[in-house]
């Protein structure tokens, strides 16, 4: 079955800690999205990639980092910069077309700080 | 004003009633317009996805574009406790390849 694999489903953090998320696709897709959920404000993009090796900040990239190094998988590592990471992460992933018929998420990792 | 306003809810319909989620948008340049569907703890599931005005129909769910008033709806016929989710909107663009997401709307179906 083709789809996307996030994991941990549950991840504790505790202050000054770098936790990484890890996000695995067998969709053969070029372009994958890192987005984060809280409550009342819907999804917000942090990272997103279109291609192996190369990554473009979202809308909320500060205290997050990413790496490309396989068109499968998009770690995120959510750093100790940011200040208020307790939130439901979520992967995403698309052809890479202007007409790419909507993203295939993954099922979320919930980070909690500690 | 907010790029995508959506009603928060939560929204709760008795089963076999006909639900209306809707959404409205400010960005002239959507050309894409998607609804998906989020169980609780569970990423989101596309449900619809329309590039034109009009309606599009699949089973029980008809998606509504109306883009002179800036507007799409979600309407779910014969409703099932099974449909007790979130539903978000969203929106592309042309020449972008990120979406805009609604805030989502708490559905609860009761039996």
């Known amino acids: 079955d083709g789809g996307i694999t996030q994991s941990p489903k549950y991840l504790f953090r505790k202050e000054g800690q770098n936790v990484t998320l890890s996000c695995e696709q067998n969709?053969?897709?070029?372009?994958m999205y890192w987005y984060r959920q809280d409550p009342g404000q819907g999804l917000r993009l942090i990272y997103y990639?279109?291609?192996?090796?190369?990554?473009q900040k979202g809308d909320i990239a500060e205290g997050y980092s990413v790496s490309r190094e396989k068109k499968e998988s998009f770690p995120l590592t959510v750093t100790s910069a940011q200040k208020n990471p307790t939130a439901f992460y979520l992967c995403?992933?698309?052809?890479?077309?202007?007409?790419?018929?909507?993203?295939?998420f993954g099922s979320g990792t919930r980070l909690t700080v500690v | 004003q907010k790029e995508v306003e959506q009603d928060p809810g939560p929204l709760s319909v008795p089963e076999g009633a006909i639900v209306s989620l809707n959404c409205t948008y400010s960005n002239s340049a959507f050309q894409y317009f998607m609804w998906y569907r989020q169980y609780s703890r569970k990423g989101p599931e596309l449900l619809m996805y329309t590039y034109s005005s009009g309606n599009k129909e699949d089973g029980r769910f008809t998606a509504q574009v109306d883009k002179s008033s800036k507007y799409i709806s979600l309407f779910i016929r014969d409703s099932q406790p099974s449909d007790s989710a979130t539903y978000l909107c969203a929106f592309g663009g042309s020449g972008t390849y990120k979406y805009i997401f609604g805030t989502g709307t708490r559905l609860k179906v009761l039996a």
């Open positions: 990639s279109q291609i192996v090796n190369d990554f």
């Open positions: 969709l053969n897709h070029d372009a």
């Open positions: 995403a992933s698309s052809p890479w077309q202007e007409d790419n018929y909507g993203y295939t």
